[in-house]
């Protein structure tokens, strides 16, 4: 195969070369901050979201930054997390076994690799009301619980609830956060 690369307008070559005959076309640079001394970068679906994200070993700073995905090509500003010295290139997969995606960087000093297992907050929810079976016409106490089962802090954690047609609000009570009704 013949290296070849075209230009978007004119489709003359170009002073830079690639393998095959792509003949597309690029938008304006577009870049996000990382940590000091972006090294190398690799892609996947971190937060499980099914959006493309980022993580790049950044051999300065001695870490890799996560750059969550917005799905339309845009990147949330990067959170950091430390290796050994000298990260010189990043991959990302399941090393666990647990279905999320890990990290790992081949740090050249002092000559390690560096593993990051993802952890996350795993929330449950529960629903009641009581008295059970609700009387028409009486006031019902209603108690959404949220639990974090899993091994991370969970943050700016929202749930709304409708309540069915026929039912007024009167009151919220929280034990952690607030309520709006």
Request: include cysteine; proline fraction near 6%.
């Given at each position: 195969m013949?290296a070849?690369?075209y230009?978007?307008?004119?489709?003359?070559?170009?002073?830079?070369?690639a393998?095959g005959?792509?003949?597309g076309?690029?938008?304006?640079?577009t870049d996000?901050?990382?940590?000091?001394?972006?090294?190398s970068?690799?892609?996947g679906?971190?937060?499980?979201?099914?959006?493309?994200?980022?993580?790049?070993?950044?051999?300065v700073?001695n870490d890799v930054s996560v750059l969550?995905?917005?799905?339309?090509?845009s990147?949330n500003?990067?959170?950091?997390?430390g290796?050994?010295?000298l990260p010189?290139?990043?991959t990302?997969a399941?090393?666990?076994?647990d279905?999320?995606?890990?990290i790992?960087?081949a740090?050249?000093?002092?000559?390690?690799v560096?593993v990051?297992?993802?952890?996350?907050?795993d929330?449950?929810?529960?629903?009641s009301?009581?008295?059970?079976?609700?009387?028409t016409g009486?006031?019902v106490?209603?108690?959404?619980?949220?639990?974090?089962?899993?091994?991370a802090?969970?943050?700016?954690?929202?749930?709304?609830?409708t309540?069915?047609?026929g039912?007024?609000?009167v009151?919220?009570?929280?034990?952690?956060?607030?309520?709006?009704?």
């Open positions: 013949r070849h690369q230009g978007c307008r004119s489709r003359q070559r170009q002073s830079v070369s393998i005959r792509w003949q076309c690029f938008g304006a640079r996000f901050p990382a940590g000091n001394g972006p090294i970068v690799t892609t679906d971190l937060n499980l979201d099914g959006k493309v994200d980022l993580a790049v070993a950044n051999v700073s969550l995905g917005d799905g339309a090509g990147f500003s990067p959170l950091s997390f290796v050994a010295n010189d290139s990043v990302m399941d090393f666990d076994g279905g999320k995606p890990d790992a960087t740090d050249a000093n002092p000559g390690q560096s990051l297992l993802s952890i996350s907050s929330l449950a929810i529960t629903m009301d009581s008295p059970d079976p609700v009387v009486n006031n106490a209603y108690s959404i619980t949220v639990t974090n089962e899993g091994a802090a969970a943050s700016a954690v929202s749930i709304t609830d309540l069915p047609a039912v007024n609000f009151s919220a009570v929280s034990s952690q956060g607030s309520c709006i009704g």
